[in-house]
């Protein structure tokens, strides 16, 4: 009996390992492809059915790089880059306390909190973007780069609040009273005892928010022009009234998903470990 159930977990194990397989490679296939396209030349892009063994070519990069158009997409490539790490940062500044007091130091009702915290996500971005628009005319912020670094704090502070939470959470009661005990404040704790212990909740938390506020484009796409504007603009500017030029395109979201890609493998180790705080062992 002992044996049959042990043969029977094992072939579940396999299964479930032969899934997770299957979906990880059908998750992979389309960024595969499209990264295989953009070393293709248009025509070859365009064929159909789709040509594995065509040339490779560097044209869709040397398009996307100005070559052929003058347009460098260095300025909303910077752009995005100065508006997602800055946020991030006053992210992870605001809510670090925030969740340290949630958590570790609760207050009252701190669950109603939480859920206002939660409730703010609930309202669709498109119903908020005329208010903000008319905001930032009468401000004289719109086509700004700081308005982009505003709101998309904003929007990602909710959701970091929750995830450090649950991060914080899992710091040990007894360092931090035997710190008090030592004499460190407030700003001590956080930063020399907190802060170490929850650092791959602390990953985790920047590169989701780093990631949400690179892919943003509603607000950006409404909210800037010339100035501020943001990668995902400026790939838009690549559906043109001429068609769809599939080779560029794909050369152009390789590059710009490259930023994510790099920090999301720097920060691998700390991202299984952040994600995993919290779990049933």
């Not at 929750?162 to 710091?171: D, G, I, K, Q, T």
């Not at 010339?226 to 395109?249: C, D, E, R, Y």
């Not at 890609?261 to 470990?273: N, P, R, S």
Request: proline residues 6%; aromatic residues 10%.
């Amino acid at each position: 009996m002992n044996s049959a159930l042990l043969k029977g977990r094992r072939r579940t194990g396999s299964l479930l390992g032969l899934a997770a397989w299957l979906c990880g490679i059908a998750f992979f296939l389309p960024v595969a492809w499209m990264v295989l396209t953009s070393f293709h030349s248009e025509t070859d892009a365009a064929t159909n059915p789709p040509s594995l063994g065509a040339s490779l070519s560097l044209h869709g990069y040397r398009e996307f790089f100005g070559a052929g158009t003058g347009v460098s997409p260095w300025p909303p490539l910077i752009n995005s880059l100065t508006a997602s790490v800055v946020s991030t940062l006053l992210v992870l500044a605001l809510a670090v306390p925030a969740a340290y007091a949630l958590s570790i130091k609760p207050v009252r009702k701190w669950s109603d909190v939480l859920f206002f915290f939660l409730s703010t996500k609930m309202l669709p971005l498109v119903a908020g973007l005329l208010p903000i628009y008319l905001v930032a005319q009468n401000s004289g912020m719109l086509d700004s780069i700081w308005l982009l670094v505003i709101l998309y704090t904003s929007m990602n502070l909710p959701i970091a609040v929750w995830m450090m939470r649950s991060f914080l959470a899992e710091v040990p009661a007894e360092i931090m009273e035997a710190a008090q005990i030592d004499g460190a404040g407030l700003g001590t704790t956080l930063m020399r005892i907190v802060a170490p212990v929850a650092m791959p909740g602390i990953a985790a938390t920047a590169l989701i928010s780093f990631i949400f506020s690179w892919n943003e484009l509603l607000f950006a796409r409404v909210l800037t022009g010339i100035v501020a504007g943001t990668t995902p603009v400026f790939l838009t500017g690549f559906v043109t009234s001429q068609g769809l030029f599939l080779a560029k395109v794909c050369a152009a979201a390789t590059v710009v998903s490259l930023p994510v890609l790099i920090a999301g493998f720097a920060a691998q180790d700390k991202l299984v470990q952040g994600l995993s705080l919290g779990a049933v062992k």
